[in-house]
């Protein structure tokens, strides 16, 4: 099965000229990695104060980024996580100082293990231990605990509703939401877009290598929730949501499928399904239509989160 590239908005077409889709395993992760670090970074469009910690966890040290648009005491703050499949990516991510200077919140970026050199749960278990030292050293860091949300894109997002599982299950810290940018929840695929072959920048055989990686080969329905969402149960006691994915993206149905069992167990969620938008077309193309609104989208329901006052 294949997907219709007529389908895809008009404004979104020119990217994939440049991008073509993404042919990862186990033997190229590292030189592509390499590549993506080679090119040159575009300077940031928003101007946030910034800084780097260094925390102890269970399992040694993690670096975290943090974005603010100023120093006001007892700030909201979002727990952000970064998204490339798991196995790529890292922490200085600019949508987590457009969250900051927009949201006027701190905004805490976890340069969490990556696999395959690093399978789950580390990256998961990285997160966790970044949440918990938000909430037992709120006041040190200037945020207020009761206005604090966790997210992420693609698979930083699938790693957050993966914590937020963990941290129901846990220390069961106040979550205001999960947000939730087009989630790699699902590492069967068993949908209709998730048979799809052919979808532009990740397709179906590369995101299944991802998951091979980041799963350390664990047979698919075996995986554990807080690496797959979707293998979740009970999704019962989680924090409210905002989920969004693009209607030509390999993710779609899987998002659509959890987006209606979080409102079966009674957990708040918005969704938004965003025409004509493959996987990360919104990054790669901020200036078309579509992803601006997807952009304007996440960020209301982010500040609706987070100041009491707009609710």
């Not at 952000?80 to 499949?85: C, R």
Request: glycine letters at 6%; hydrophobic letters at 40%.
């Amino acid at each position: 099965m294949l997907l219709d590239y007529n389908r895809i908005d008009p404004e979104l077409l020119p990217a994939l000229e440049a991008l073509p889709a993404l042919d990862l395993n186990r033997d190229n992760i590292a030189r592509i990695r390499d590549l993506i670090a080679s090119r040159p970074r575009p300077s940031s469009s928003v101007k946030v104060l910034s800084d780097r910690k260094t925390i102890d966890t269970e399992d040694g040290t993690v670096d975290v980024y943090i974005y603010r648009k100023n120093e006001q005491p007892a700030q909201p703050a979002v727990l952000w996580i970064h998204g490339g499949g798991y196995i790529m990516g890292n922490a200085e991510d600019e949508r987590a100082k457009i969250i900051a200077d927009h949201c006027n919140c701190t905004v805490f970026s976890v340069d969490y293990r990556l696999a395959p050199e690093h399978p789950f749960p580390a990256g998961p278990n990285d997160c966790y231990a970044a949440l918990g030292w938000i909430m037992n050293d709120a006041k040190a860091l200037g945020i207020d605990k009761d206005r604090v949300a966790i997210g992420g894109a693609s698979a930083g997002s699938g790693m957050a509703a993966g914590v937020a599982l963990m941290n129901r299950d846990k220390d069961n810290f106040p979550l205001q939401l999960q947000l939730l940018l087009y989630p790699m929840i699902d590492n069967l695929h068993a949908t209709r877009s998730g048979k799809l072959e052919n979808h532009p920048i990740w397709k179906r055989s590369t995101s299944f290598n991802a998951w091979e990686m980041y799963l350390d080969g664990i047979p698919g329905k075996q995986a554990s929730p807080y690496a797959a969402a979707t293998r979740a149960i009970d999704l019962t006691g989680l924090p409210p949501a905002y989920l969004c994915v693009g209607s030509e993206d390999l993710f779609r149905d899987e998002n659509i499928d959890y987006a209606q069992r979080l409102m079966a167990a009674d957990v708040p969620c918005e969704f938004s399904i965003f025409p004509g938008l493959y996987h990360g077309a919104d990054s790669f193309i901020p200036t078309a239509r579509v992803s601006r609104r997807l952009n304007r989208a996440f960020l209301h329901a982010l500040d609706h989160a987070l100041d009491p006052k707009l609710a």
